[in-house]
């Protein structure tokens, strides 16, 4: 599903759609929502995908940078 987010069709939602996606991405990534759904995705998984999302994905919100 990760080769989703660079695909034009993502690229073309609506904004406040991306913005909810890329806040639960994010909140998932760095840890702050430990729910079980995202029990099976190690810290270096995450740590390791909000990473490459970082330096591959042009225009990520700005709290994606202040981690």
Sequence with gaps: MRYLIYSP????????VKE???????EVLTGRDTG?????????????SFEI???TKPGLPD???LK
């Design 9 to 16: 069709a993502f690229d073309a939602l609506p904004g406040e």
């Design 20 to 26: 909810h996606i890329y806040r639960r991405l994010w």
């Design 36 to 48: 079980k759904e995202f029990s099976r995705l190690s810290a270096d998984d995450a740590r390791i």
């Design 53 to 55: 999302l970082i330096a």
């Design 63 to 65: 709290y994606w940078r």
